[in-house]
């Protein structure tokens, strides 16, 4: 079993910045990809941003060019940052981790961009 705690969310104002960070502890395989996920109210849960262990990027368009994923493989962590904030960038954002066919979520952490 693998478990993920995020960390790193809160309040900020339009044009801020944030950075998240999540952990994973357990039966961890080398070979995995781990990502960000938000959901807004009222929405559907949608990608932020995906990295494997090799570095390979997916991105959502929507925040290309203000966001940043990275991960340390030695430390199971991977990170988000967020520049440039938006309203629209409010949700809770849950990190995913995937491997051996397995999926796993953490439990969130809340970011409201203030206008």
């Known amino acids: 079993q693998v478990r993920l705690v995020e960390s790193g969310g809160g309040l900020v104002q339009a044009g801020g910045s944030l950075r998240l960070s999540c952990a994973a502890s357990g039966s961890i395989f080398s070979i995995n990809v781990m990502g960000w996920y938000r959901q807004a109210p009222g929405k559907q849960r949608e990608l932020v941003a995906t990295?494997?262990?090799?570095?390979?990027?997916n991105w959502s368009d929507s925040v290309k060019g203000r966001f940043t994923i990275s991960r340390d493989n030695a430390k199971n962590t991977v990170y988000l940052q967020m520049n440039s904030l938006e309203p629209e960038d409010t949700a809770v954002y849950y990190c995913?981790?995937?491997?051996?066919?397995?999926?796993?979520w953490g439990q969130g952490t809340q970011v409201t961009v203030s206008s």
């Open positions: 995913r981790m995937m491997d051996r066919g397995n999926d796993y």
């Open positions: 990295i494997t262990n090799g570095g390979i990027t």
